[in-house]
């Protein structure tokens, strides 16, 4: 098991540089960064300067998407950030939800993400390239070979056959073992079919973590099921939910009173629309508790099939959580 965090992009740039040195002595292996230029700063200038201020983590935006940025430009800054980095670089990857619906625009389908993902792990390679919007192809000289890392969010079959398909890893923006276990088995069962070898494919379990009694530890991660839960609301759009949806109805059934949400407030827990979140959706979405709590909870996700656990840190006690996770929980998983 990996350990990983995740930062918005209205983290200050001094705390940044402390929260990252103190989780790399801490033992985390991964920082990402929210993707979502408007909302938030943009995050590439961030991860180049946490970069600079560690030597072994790796760094990535949780998640990107290819509707933001021409592709020869996103191939070009990865790229860029891999090779001043030794190597440090993944993307994870989706159709765009904050980043693209606070500007009106169309989330990108499941196979402009495949495409994507295939055409820029070949221009950062150094292969020439094609694509869309762009008459001449695209080859980059200085290209070193550099091969990317490309994780891809999902939730619905499509998307999840998709990341076994073509992705590196996938990433699920949830910590229910029972679900995360059902996720893979789509993933994993996709690659196998095509014929890929899914012996080192990553699974990661991206969620907030928080200690203390159980009534406080809701009220910090309450905004976490309800931005979860903006997903979920495409996914019953697009599939519905019958029985023959193929979507297991533990994930789909908590939205039922969902009446909105406010992009503006997009993962915080000012966010107006919450009322539709229960506690046993917190508790089961989270991991929550005491130490022992957490270590329990990241052991099932690791037999659910997790290969990292990144604690979304936008709760509060950012400090305590990193301490506590390097001291007490990771020792437990030796990787």
Not at 119 to 146: H, L, Q
Not at 251 to 265: C, H, P, Q, V
Not at 280 to 305: N, T
Request: charged content about 25%; aromatic content about 12%.
């Amino acid at each position: 098991m990996e350990f990983g965090i995740t930062f918005k992009g209205f983290v200050e740039p001094d705390r940044a540089r402390k929260l990252v040195k103190q989780a790399e002595a801490a033992g985390f292996t991964y920082c990402w960064f929210y993707d979502s230029h408007i909302l938030w700063r943009e995050c590439y200038p961030a991860i180049a300067m946490c970069m600079e201020h560690t030597s072994k983590m790796r760094f990535g935006p949780c998640v990107t998407n290819p509707k933001t940025r021409d592709w020869s430009l996103a191939a070009s800054l990865w790229g860029s950030l891999a090779h001043q980095s030794n190597g440090r670089l993944d993307v994870g990857l989706g159709r765009g939800d904050s980043s693209v619906r606070v500007m009106g625009k169309k989330p990108a389908t499941i196979a402009q993400m495949a495409e994507f993902t295939l055409k820029i792990k070949a221009m950062i390679r150094g292969e020439e390239v094609s694509y869309d919007g762009c008459p001449n192809p695209v080859k980059f000289p200085w290209a070193t070979g550099y091969e990317l890392p490309i994780w891809i969010g999902a939730y619905g079959p499509k998307a999840l056959r998709t990341a076994g398909e073509v992705g590196d890893g996938i990433i699920l923006q949830i910590g229910e073992p029972g679900l995360i276990k059902w996720f893979v088995e789509q993933a994993l069962n996709a690659g196998n079919a095509a014929g890929r070898d899914m012996s080192k494919f990553k699974v990661q379990a991206a969620a907030p973590a928080y200690f203390g009694d159980m009534e406080k530890c809701r009220e910090a991660t309450q905004w976490y099921p309800a931005m979860v839960g903006n997903h979920v609301a495409d996914i019953v759009e697009r599939y519905g939910t019958s029985e023959d949806s193929q979507i297991p109805a533990s994930l789909t059934d908590y939205i039922e009173n969902r009446k909105g949400y406010d992009y503006s407030k997009h993962g915080q827990s000012d966010n107006p629309f919450l009322e539709f979140i229960t506690p046993d959706i917190i508790d089961s979405f989270c991991v929550l508790g005491e130490v022992d709590d957490h270590i329990a909870k990241v052991k099932k996700l690791g037999e659910a099939g997790v290969t990292q656990f990144n604690i979304y840190l936008d709760s509060g006690d950012e400090e305590n959580i990193i301490e506590t996770y390097g001291r007490d929980v990771i020792p437990h998983f030796p990787s």
